[in-house]
Nanobody, 115 residues
Framework: QVQLVESGGGLVQPGGSLRLSCAFS????????MGWYRQAPGDSRAMVAT??????MPTYLASVRGRFTISRDTDTLYLQMDSLKPEDTAVYYC??????????WGQGTQVTVSS
């Protein structure tokens, strides 16, 4: 079982930056990927960025490519968000995926982009 704890959300003006963090612990040896999803009011949860753990390149939602960067170190997954736009406003969720056990989700962190 993997445990995920997110932090780093908040209010930022358009054009600003935020970095989300997701501290992970537990059994990560069977994981295929880690990633970030978001859900705006009235919308379905959508993939923002995913990072395969086999060394393959990350995948990004088209609207954030070039502005967001996913990365990780030994115990934390990050999402660096630059040039933020009002349409990036959403609750952001950390995710891990295993073919054996499925998805695990963090508690979510609110990101609001507004002047």
């Amino acid at each position: 079982q993997v445990q995920l704890v997110e932090s780093g959300g908040g209010l930022v003006q358009p054009g600003g930056s935020l970095r989300l963090s997701c501290a992970f612990s537990g059994n990560i040896f069977n994981l295929y990927s880690m990633g970030w999803y978001r859900q705006a009011p009235g919308d379905s949860r959508a993939m923002v960025a995913t990072l395969p753990l086999n060394g393959d390149m990350p995948t990004y939602l088209a609207s954030v490519r070039g502005r967001f960067t996913i990365s990780r170190d030994t115990d934390t997954l990050y999402l660096q968000m630059d040039s933020l736009k009002p349409e990036d406003t959403a609750v952001y969720y950390c995710n891990t995926f295993s073919f054996r056990t499925g998805s695990t989700w963090g508690q979510g962190t609110q990101v609001t982009v507004s002047s």
